[in-house]
């Protein structure tokens, strides 16, 4: 499995975004698939994620404003953020976890909320 995310940058408070995780595998024949971010000198997090039958786990500080989906022609999964914070800001990663219980991440991109 290979996974390439791209779509970061910088953006606005209260601005939106959308980032995408492009799959050499089918991003529906999953156990899970997720994006993971991680701000500086903090831990990596969970910041949504969705099983292979549409089962969406988010975290509390992005719900109402993140939202996750799929293309299952281009395999590629997205992460819409709207009303986007400062608290917002880190190295957002993609993840896969196949039925294997292999787990593959995507090599990060970075997204700055800053006026």
């Known amino acids: 499995v290979q996974l390439q995310a791209s779509g970061g940058g910088l953006v606005q408070p209260g601005g939106s975004l959308k980032l995408s995780c492009a799959a050499s595998?089918?991003?529906?024949?999953?156990?899970?698939m997720g994006w993971y971010r991680q701000a500086p000198g903090k831990q990596r997090e969970l910041v949504i994620e969705?099983?292979?039958?549409?089962?969406?786990n988010s975290a509390d500080s992005v719900k109402g404003r993140f939202a996750i989906s799929r293309d299952s022609v281009k395999n590629i999964m997205y992460l819409r953020m709207n009303s986007v914070e400062p608290e917002d800001t880190g190295v957002y990663y993609c993840k896969h976890e196949g039925w294997d219980d292999v787990t593959t991440w995507g090599q990060g991109t970075l997204v700055t909320v800053s006026s």
């Open positions: 595998v089918s991003v529906f024949s999953i156990k899970t």
């Open positions: 969705i099983t292979g039958s549409g089962f969406v």
